[in-house]
């Protein structure tokens, strides 16, 4: 397995603030990572430094080349897709409309098949094609968001607390879908959440933030079974 | 009742001038979220461009569709110079930028062409026509058209092809645009440049009827703001219709209360939208600003 993200060194501030400092980490393609941690431990910060939202210090390398630096629309036309906190969807637009900016770049035979795709995915998602992503309930949002970034078959996905507000019964229905698109496609993932217990089950490796710096590293499974470090760094 | 249609034509005809400059105010509005308060001079320096090239030899209708083209490629250039760099600042830094535009667009047509007025071909064929004993000019029907033509164009390229979808997204939330690799910088570019043919098309419309000089388009510009007020600083559609109620009311006003007259005709129309703005804040057709606190 070689990685695919490489992270080294990373710094990042909002101002006078330092976030990250000096994350080091890989995620290997085909893999699944899950970041964990307190609020302001920095992983959203974390997933916004790759895809060039915040400009940080230190390397970002996807696929061997360095991303950092670059804008956040070149991060993502290499294969990056991001589905950001809080339901990124564009809510004036309908579903189907969604979709099909997700593979934005892309041609209109790929944009057919994706949505074929998405619908497999999320049935949901196919009886409301025509309605406003803004009238969806939280939970197909958050299902409309992931589809559309996954219309652009990404290389590599990042998620950030993909169930964030949502019934726990939604929440298990998302990652029965990650959980179908992690056999079926393949994707690698890098998966931001605070909900340690969910996504230990999910992820292959974790790492877990604090105050900017990664605190412990290690296979879910081991992670999981550690009864010290549940209390300390986990809560449960 | 023939004269009733008479001026309800005129009307709608005027109104559609008003509605053309007003939809470039809307499409620049959407995506930067500013007034852009160089609009008219924009347009005008457009058709000080079709006016050079008449007098370089070129037909009129030639003239003016090189012109379009010219200004598209024109707001495109101004979007990437002057307005990138203060992207993303408050709303008044950008406001100001378009004011200082706005004087910098006005010296500069004084500079290449001087203060004196020009006349500008008419492009729409003068003639009148009589239907059923109306009495109208195929200038007034021909200027509606045009407005409809530039509209309906307007309405496909964001409704049905994928870079208007992305246009929309971008004026919509640019961040979340950048994540799908929609170039939002290029989709800003293309928004100010249709601005400036919309614009291009106003300033062609109704320079036959004015004189051509550096100021022609300053009162249309307050008209077109009212426009843009009344029906909905968000939505094209919107603009439309405030041009032409906005056209009409004056129009009606001027020509039927007699102690309004000519001279105070704009009046009406500003009550109008006083009146409306009193019932719906964000016009007509706008959507309302909503924020979760």
């Excluded at chain 1, 409301?128 to 949002?141: F, P």
């Excluded at chain 2, 009733?4 to 007003?22: K, M, Q, R, V």
């Amino acid at each position: 397995m070689s990685a695919l993200l490489e992270i080294e060194d990373l710094h990042a501030a909002y101002g006078p603030v330092e976030v990250l400092r000096g994350l080091s980490f890989t995620v290997n393609e085909g893999e699944i990572v899950a970041l964990l941690g307190a609020n302001g431990a920095g992983k959203t910060t974390t997933l916004r430094a790759i895809c060039g939202m915040v400009r940080p210090r230190g390397n970002v390398r996807f696929d061997g080349n360095v991303v950092s630096g670059m804008v956040t629309e070149k991060v993502a036309r290499r294969g990056i897709a991001h589905v950001p906190e809080g339901r990124g969807t564009f809510t004036s637009l309908t579903v189907e409309e969604n979709l099909i900016l997700g593979a934005y770049p892309k041609k209109s035979s790929e944009i057919d098949a994706g949505l074929k795709r998405s619908y497999a995915l999320f049935p949901r998602l196919e009886e409301r094609s025509q309605q406003r992503a803004g009238t969806l309930s939280g939970g197909e949002q958050q299902m409309l968001a992931i589809a559309r970034a996954l219309m652009s078959r990404p290389r590599l996905m990042l998620l950030d607390e993909p169930s964030l507000g949502l019934a726990p019964l939604v929440t298990r229905e998302l990652f029965d879908a990650l959980q179908t698109v992690k056999a079926e496609e393949g994707t690698t993932m890098l998966i931001v959440e605070q909900n340690a217990n969910l996504v230990l089950r999910f992820a292959d490796h974790a790492h877990v933030l604090e105050t900017g710096e990664i605190a412990v590293s290690g296979d879910s499974e081991q992670l999981m079974g550690d009864e010290k470090m549940r209390r300390a760094y986990l809560g449960y | 009742m023939e004269r009733f249609i008479e001026t309800l034509i005129d009307g709608i005809s005027t109104g559609s001038i008003y509605g053309a400059l007003a939809l470039a105010l809307v499409l620049i509005f959407r995506s930067t979220g500013v007034v852009n308060f160089a609009q008219g001079e924009l347009a005008t320096f457009s058709v000080f461009v079709a006016w050079g090239l008449t007098q370089a030899g070129l037909p009129i209708g030639l003239a003016i569709l090189a012109t379009l083209v010219l200004s598209l490629l024109g707001g495109m250039v101004i979007e990437r110079v002057l307005i990138r760099p203060v992207e993303g600042k408050p709303p008044l830094t950008i406001v100001v930028v378009t004011l200082g535009l706005f004087i910098l667009l006005n010296g500069l047509m004084r500079w290449i062409w001087g203060p004196e007025n020009r006349g500008f071909d008419r492009f729409l064929p003068d003639n009148t026509v009589t239907l059923g004993g109306v009495e109208t000019s195929l200038d007034a029907i021909g200027t509606v058209a045009v407005l409809l033509i530039v509209a309906g164009a307007l309405f496909l390229i964001f409704q049905k092809t994928r870079i208007g979808l992305a246009m929309r997204a971008a004026a919509e939330n640019p961040e979340e645009s950048r994540l799908v690799a929609i170039p939002v910088g290029r989709m800003l570019m293309l928004g100010w440049g249709m601005a400036a043919v919309c614009g291009a098309v106003a300033g062609a419309l109704v320079a036959p009827s004015l004189f051509l000089d550096p100021n022609m388009m300053g009162p249309v510009m307050i008209y077109a703001f009212a426009a843009a007020v009344l029906g909905g600083f968000d939505n094209p559609f919107g603009a439309i219709i405030g041009g032409w109620i906005i056209g009409v009311t004056e129009n009606l006003a001027g020509s039927y209360v007699d102690f309004i007259g000519q001279d105070l005709k704009i009046v009406v129309p500003l009550v109008i939208i006083v009146a409306v703005l009193l019932a719906r804040p964000s016009g007509l057709f706008g959507s309302p600003q909503v924020a979760r606190v």
